[in-house]
């Protein structure tokens, strides 16, 4: 079975440092990775995906990802945060074995920018 | 291209009644996926439909339940409501054997009030 683990339910840094919002998966095939973004009282905005390719993967608002096949890993990262990055982040999971395409997201990590 | 579209945008009802969720998703999806959100916190993954039928289930009492229709719409019911079931309820689509529309899509949600 397939499952994604964000480890930390809160994430709280600087405006202007970078950020990292973590993510570790686990599938039996291929995973194709993604990260969302909710704002409050909203649905949830797809940032950007890992599919295959660059394991450097960059996406809206100046946000990239790094794949890390071998830490099973999909962090969420920005070189400089702002304010308005705060929210709730998901990170997320596809896996297309068998021949369905279930998505399993994580738990979620607020991330708290301060000014 | 249309988006996941939700109704009610929010609902209230009072305790020990029953309500109807509806999801429309994009043009061509298969999946619809249900999760609930109280609080502002993680999604709890509630069902999955693909093609018409149940594959999934998440951790929530019988009185949870739904089905998807031939036009791959979906209804989410919930039997004997309780203060409790207070949340946000989101409905994503996915679908599309492409690598290009593997990511999720998400509706902006129905808030459910229960008094």
């Known amino acids: 079975a397939q499952s994604v683990a964000q480890p930390e339910d809160q994430v709280n840094v600087a405006e202007g440092n970078p950020l990292t919002v973590k993510c570790t998966y686990s599938v039996s095939g291929n995973p194709y990775l993604f990260w969302y973004v909710q704002y409050p009282n909203r649905g949830l905005q797809f940032l950007l995906k890992y599919i295959t390719g660059d394991n450097l993967v960059k996406g809206s608002y100046g946000f990239e990802a790094e794949f890390n096949k071998s830490q099973t890993s999909f962090h969420l990262k920005k070189p400089s945060a702002l304010v308005s990055d705060s929210a709730l982040y998901f990170c997320?999971?596809?896996?297309?074995?068998?021949?369905?395409?279930?998505?399993?997201f994580g738990t979620g990590t607020k991330l708290q920018v301060i000014p | 291209e249309a988006g996941v579209t939700q109704s009610p945008t929010h609902l209230i009802k009072t305790r020990g009644q029953q309500v109807t969720l509806r999801c429309s998703p994009i043009s061509g999806h298969t999946s619809v996926y249900w999760y609930q959100q109280a609080l502002g916190l993680g999604l709890q993954f509630l069902l999955w439909?693909?093609?018409?039928?149940?594959?999934n289930r998440g951790n929530f009492p019988p009185r949870f339940s739904g089905r998807q229709f031939p036009n791959y719409s979906s209804e989410l019911n919930v039997n004997a409501l309780e203060l409790e079931d207070s949340a946000l309820y989101l409905c994503a689509s996915s679908g599309g054997l492409s690598v290009g529309r593997s990511e999720a899509f998400f509706g902006q949600g129905t808030r459910l009030t229960v008094v």
């Open positions: 439909y693909d093609e018409g039928e149940e594959r």
């Open positions: 997320a999971v596809r896996d297309y074995s068998g021949g369905y395409q279930k998505v399993t």
